[in-house]
């Protein structure tokens, strides 16, 4: 019961911190003609929520006090660095610099962009044209395996959590 409380609450707070990546991310853009900035300021920006979120929300890992409270976040943002790296790679080579390529398998140009789906508003900043798209579709991939590591650094290394028996956790 617990690990799917627990697995129900990150999936939340992931969604949330995902959701605050994308708007980041994307808007940011707009500042810039880079692909890696956005990608930097999106990063930043979904650390800091998911360490509190981890932390108070889907963890419970209060009481600690502020020294080992920033122990977590100093560990917390070096397992993001992994995650980060991986952001910045995918983005790197999928988007800036083999772009074209994968747009073509992908054959995203054959899409008709002025579809009701594509033209709403609020999805055209996103997903409006294959550059767009192309973007999006591999800011998901890097999201999804961010999360899934995410996971378990946050669980077994920064917040320590290990099972004492089958209902209660201990936190170290």
Wanted: proline share 2%; charged share 15%; hydrophobic share 50%.
């Amino acid at each position: 019961m617990i690990k799917r409380k627990e697995f129900l609450l990150y999936s939340i707070a992931g969604t949330l911190g995902t959701v605050i990546y994308f708007f980041t991310r994307f808007y940011s853009k707009n500042l810039t003609n880079s692909v890696l900035l956005p990608v930097i300021i999106g990063q930043v920006c979904a650390i800091i929520f998911a360490f509190f979120a981890n932390k108070f929300f889907v963890f419970k890992n209060t009481g600690v006090g502020f020294k080992k409270s920033c122990k977590q976040f100093f560990e917390f943002c070096l397992g993001r660095i992994v995650v980060f790296m991986i952001d910045l790679g995918i983005a790197h080579y999928f988007v800036d610099k083999y772009g074209n390529f994968w747009i073509n398998v992908m054959k995203l140009r054959q899409i008709n962009y002025q579809h009701a789906f594509f033209s709403q508003p609020m999805l055209h900043k996103f997903i409006g044209n294959p550059y767009l798209l192309n973007e999006f579709i591999f800011t998901l991939l890097s999201q999804t395996i961010g999360v899934i590591i995410n996971y378990v650094v946050s669980k077994r290394i920064v917040f320590n959590i290990q099972r004492k028996n089958a209902t209660e956790m201990v936190y170290y």
